[in-house]
Antibody, heavy 117, light 112 residues
């Protein structure tokens, strides 16, 4: 059974940092691109970042470049999103997804990040 | 960046009737190298993650009912739900995966 489980969300002050984790199982993790997509409360979906099979290729949406870093550990079947200099507009549910190519097959249930003082 | 524009924002459809959702990209997502459209459709129900319905603009994901179909090419795409069922109430998103940044449309809320 495929499982994708995010963790690490919570309340953080503006300017603070947070690391999200995503643990995957039930599929060959190292064959998949991994991605983070977020959804602000009551809003639509926004792609944030993705990373290729071995971590050598990473892409980011402009609004997080220089602040967020995506990484992965294939030995642990995990992907991470390191978030620095957080802003109120980063408040969202963050979903982790697994993609063949860039087609998102598997998703987690999401983890909520709230940036507020 | 490729901008994805969906229409309408919402629509109400009677049970058993057809729902049609449109998606337009600001530039073509058709690859000349493989003649494929890099366009997917997702369904999202409240409190749930998105679910992949359609990829390559018209290929149905395994397990997706055949009342869902995708069509279009280049910059104009359509998701059709033939004979709407109560469990189809959701928000539907198109998304291109032609190049980074990947972008989603604003979503279309389908109601009964």
């Amino acid at each position: 059974e495929v499982q994708v489980v995010e963790s690490g969300g919570g309340l953080v002050q503006p300017g603070g940092s947070l690391r999200l984790s995503c643990a995957a199982s039930g599929f060959t993790f190292s064959n998949y691109w991994m991605t983070w997509v977020r959804q602000a409360p009551g809003k639509g979906l926004e792609w944030v970042a993705n990373i290729n099979h071995d971590g050598s290729d990473k892409n980011y949406v402009d609004s997080v470049k220089g602040r967020f870093t995506i990484s992965r550990d294939n030995a642990e079947n995990s992907v991470y999103l390191h978030m620095n200099t957080l802003r109120a507009e980063d408040t969202a549910v963050y979903y982790c997804g697994a993609a063949v190519g860039w087609i998102f097959d598997y998703w987690g249930q999401g983890t909520l990040v709230t940036v507020s003082s | 960046d490729i901008v994805m524009t969906q229409s309408p924002d919402s629509l109400a459809v009677s049970l058993g009737e057809r729902a049609t959702i449109n998606c337009k990209s600001s530039q073509s997502v058709l690859s000349s190298s493989n003649n494929k459209n890099y366009l997917a459709w997702y369904q999202q129900k409240p409190g749930q993650p998105p679910k992949l319905l359609i990829y390559w603009a018209s290929t149905r994901e395994s397990g997706v009912p055949d009342r869902f179909s995708g069509s279009g090419s280049g910059t104009d795409f359509t998701l059709t739900i033939r004979s709407l069922r109560a469990e189809d109430v959701a928000v539907y998103y198109c998304q291109h995966y032609y190049s980074a940044p990947l972008t989603f449309g604003g979503g279309t809320k389908v109601e009964i």
